[in-house]
């Protein structure tokens, strides 16, 4: 199974300053044929089912805002929100599509500083 | 955009079953697949398993092999998942959710509010 791991566990931002979350993996999610990396990000909101942000490691979907952003290849990864908003309190998870079983990081706790 | 709309939350005592429903509207039920994803209390997200809508195929994480079945009815844009042999670490949110990709390689674009699932004797 790919391992995901995320860090930091948790962390408090202040109301408009970046946040930035590191997903890991424990191989590479990079499918060299299509030069796609199979990674995406995930909201979940205290009480609600997740939320896709970002697949494709850096394609946002749509609807979600321009503040939240991907980067990375292979096995490092990065979901940036340039200006905290209160409303993006929640719980961010990773998840890899590369192999079966799908799997997700540990998730990352973002709250307000 | 669509939605799924999953069945209301079940309790059950050990070593029975739970078969959790997840209706689609909005979209064409068998242009996507499901995956299944469970999220113990106070835990992280589980993937259990993904079935092609429109063929039945089906691929399951191997700790539930013999324990999952996944199902659809495409007469009515509905897809089931059936636990067998509950155990109180069986108790979890259960999500369906939609799964744009051909195959089982996908991510999950639209997600139901959740079935809670409480096993307890």
């Known amino acids: 199974d790919i391992v995901m791991t995320q860090s930091p566990d948790s962390l408090a931002v202040s109301l408009g300053e970046r946040a930035t979350i590191n997903c890991k993996s424990s191989?590479?999610?990079?499918?060299?044929?299509?030069?796609?990396?199979?990674l995406a990000w995930y909201q979940q909101r205290p009480g609600q089912p997740p939320k896709l942000l970002i697949y494709?490691?850096?394609t946002r979907e749509f609807g979600v805002p321009d503040r939240f952003s991907g980067s990375g290849s292979g096995t490092d990864f990065t979901l940036t929100i340039s200006s905290l908003q209160a409303e993006d309190v929640a719980v961010y998870y990773c998840?890899?599509?590369?192999?079966?079983?799908?799997?997700f990081g540990p998730g990352t706790k973002v709250d307000i500083k | 955009q669509g939605q799924v709309v999953q069945s209301g939350a079940e309790v059950k005592k050990p070593g029975a079953s739970v078969k959790v429903s997840c209706k689609a509207s909005?979209?064409?039920?068998?242009?996507?697949?499901i995956s299944w994803v469970r999220q113990a209390p106070g835990q992280g997200l589980e993937w259990m398993g993904w079935?092609?809508?429109?063929?039945?195929?089906?691929k399951y994480t191997q700790r539930f092999q013999g324990r999952v079945t996944m199902t659809t009815d495409t007469s009515t844009s509905t897809a089931y998942m059936e636990l067998r042999s509950l155990r109180s670490d069986d108790t979890a949110v259960y999500y369906c959710?939609?799964?744009?990709?051909?195959?089982?390689?996908?991510?999950?674009?639209?997600w139901g509010k959740g079935t809670t699932v409480t096993v307890s004797s």
């Open positions: 191989q590479s999610v990079l499918y060299s044929s299509s030069s796609k990396n199979y």
């Open positions: 909005g979209y064409t039920f068998t242009s996507y697949g």
């Open positions: 998840q890899q599509y590369y192999n079966i079983p799908i799997t």
């Open positions: 959710a939609r799964a744009p990709a051909s195959d089982e390689y996908s991510y999950m674009d639209v």
């Open positions: 079935i092609a809508t429109y063929t039945g195929h089906t």
């Open positions: 494709w490691a850096s």
